[in-house]
C-alpha cells in the first residue's frame, strides 16, 4: 500500500500529531498510512533525512510546521499552502545585486509543489533561507526580489527532493510570527503548532 509521508523540522511542531495517533516518540514513526520523518532544521539536515528515507512506498510528501509571514494581512496562527518556494540565498553577490543560480546557469533555485489535492486554505509562495530575517535593509531586500509571503528553513529543500524522486507534495505552514527585527514577544508559536495540528490530524484520519 502507497504512503504518506509527513516531514517536519521539529518535534514540537507535531507534539499532538504524535498524541493523537498515539505514535512511538522517534524521530521517525510509523502509523498505519502514513509515516512522519523529523529531520531537524535547515535545509541541509532536511535534505540528507529525505535523501536516506524518501521512496517510492510514499505516493505524497506533506512538509509541516510554522512559518514567518511577510504578508500582514495573513492572520496569525492561520494556515497556507505553500504551492511555490524558492532558495532565497543560493547565488552569487554581484555588489548590491544578487545573482541566482538560474541566473548564473547552474540550474534552479525555485520549485513547485505537484499534486492534485484541493483544500481550503489560501495559496502563497514562500522562501527558504539559512538565517531567519531579523534585518530591515535584508528583509527590504527580499521583498523586493521574490516578494514572498512566507519565510522557513526546509520548505523548497522539500520541494527539490520530492521533484527529483517526481512524488507529489504538498507544503502546509502555520503563521507563528512576521519577518521583522526578532521581537518574541510578539510571536505566537503555540497557537500555530495547535492550529498546524488540528488541520494535520484532520487531514490524515480523512485519507484513511
Known amino acids: 500500500m502507497m504512503k504518506t509521508l509527513v516531514v517536519a523540522a521539529t518535534k514540537a511542531e507535531l507534539t499532538f500529531l504524535y498524541q493523537h495517533f498515539n505514535l512511538d516518540d522517534g524521530d521517525f514513526a510509523e502509523a498505519k ?3 512522519i520523518l523529523i529531520t531537524g532544521i535547515g535545509m541541509v539536515a532536511t535534505a540528507f533525512a529525505l535523501g536516506k528515507h524518501l521512496t ?24 497556507v499552502n505553500i504551492t511555490e518556494d524558492t532558495f532565497a540565498e543560493l547565488g552569487a553577490e554581484d555588489g548590491e545585486n544578487f545573482l541566482t543560480i538560474t541566473d548564473l546557469g547552474f540550474g534552479e533555485n525555485t520549485y513547485k509543489a505537484k499534486n492534485d ?3 481550503q486554505l489560501p495559496e502563497v509562495s514562500g522562501v527558504t533561507v539559512n538565517r531567519i530575517s531579523g534585518n530591515v535593509k535584508n528583509i527590504r531586500n527580499l521583498i523586493e526580489r521574490l516578494n514572498p509571503s ?6 523548497a529543500a522539500v520541494l527539490f527532493a520530492c521533484q527529483q524522486e517526481r512524488i507529489d507534495c504538498l507544503q502546509i505552514r502555520s503563521i507563528s510570527n512576521y519577518v521583522e527585527p ?3 514577544d510578539r510571536w505566537k508559536i503555540g497557537l ?7 488541520w494535520a490530524n484532520a ?3 480523512d485519507m484513511n
Do not use: C, P, Q, W
Not at 517510492?56 to 492561520?78: C, M, P, Q, T, W
Not at 512566507?150 to 520548505?155: A, K, N, Q, R
Open 33 to 35: 498510512n502514513f509515516d
Open 56 to 79: 517510492h512506498k510514499y505516493k505524497l510528501v506533506i512538509n509541516l510546521g510554522i512559518a514567518g509571514s511577510f504578508d500582514r494581512n495573513i492572520e496569525l496562527g492561520s494556515l
Open 117 to 119: 489535492i484541493s483544500l
Open 150 to 155: 512566507t519565510e522557513s528553513m526546509e520548505g
Open 182 to 184: 526578532r521581537n518574541k
Open 192 to 198: 500555530a503548532i495547535k492550529n498546524l495540528n488540528d
Open 203 to 205: 487531514f490524515l484520519t
